[in-house]
Each structure stands twice: as C-alpha cells, then as structure tokens.
C-alpha cells in the first residue's frame, strides 16, 4: 500500500516543512527523503524504532541519524488515518531534548489547526532536492 504525504501550512499559506528542509545540508536532506520514501511506501511497518512515539499522544517522529539528529514530528492522518501522514513540524533532537524545545506539543497543536481547516492548513508533500 502506497500512503499519501502532506505538509503543515501556517496561517499564511507558508510550507512550514518545506522551508525547514531548505534549510538542510544535501547529505541531511538526502537521508531524510530517503525515509520519507519509505515512509510513504511501507507506512508503520518501518525499521523498528525509525517512527517512533513521542511524549505527546498521536505525534510521531520519523528518526533520521547522522551527524545532526533530524526529527520531523508526523501524525497519521488526520484527515484519512489509514492512508496518509502529515508532517506538523521539522525540527533535531540534541543530547535527547527536541530543538525546538516542545516540538511534540507545538505538532499537536499544529494536527488540531488541520482538523479544522483541512483544505487551507496542509498541502501534498512539496519533495527539496
């Protein structure tokens, strides 16, 4: 089964998950897609612990290693929660404390934007090359 992927949009209209991963060095930008691709082909049924639970119920975060530790926050759905993700927020984890700090609540806060406003505040997944 092949799941949708879909990005936060703020309130004026801005990518916000797109802009972070403009933000990433090529070496860091390619692990990333290179997860978000199997996010999208093989869903829950990833490497254990590469989507891992967070302290917020209902956000996820996907566990790319390198020298900096990516951790973009997703939920499943949450508009169709059998057959897509959004990713709410990018963000690293250092020294096992999330930067930004409350990233977890920051992406739940995001997901209940969505649910009000599904067709305004999330967009297909834009891919950075």
Known sequence: MRF?????VN????NEIKSW?????????????????????HG????PDTLANTPTPGVLKLRVHGKVQLRP??????ID??????LLIGAFERGGEFDPSKADQIADERKLEINRDPTNRRCKHERVR
């Open 4 to 8: 949708r992927l879909f990005d936060f």
């Open 11 to 14: 309130c004026h209209g801005k």
């Open 21 to 41: 991963t403009k933000e990433l060095q090529k070496k860091e930008l390619a692990k990333l897609n290179a997860k978000l691709d199997l996010l999208a082909l």
């Open 44 to 47: 829950d049924d990833l490497l």
């Open 73 to 78: 926050m997703l939920c499943r759905g949450p």
């Open 81 to 86: 929660i059998f057959g897509e993700y959004t």
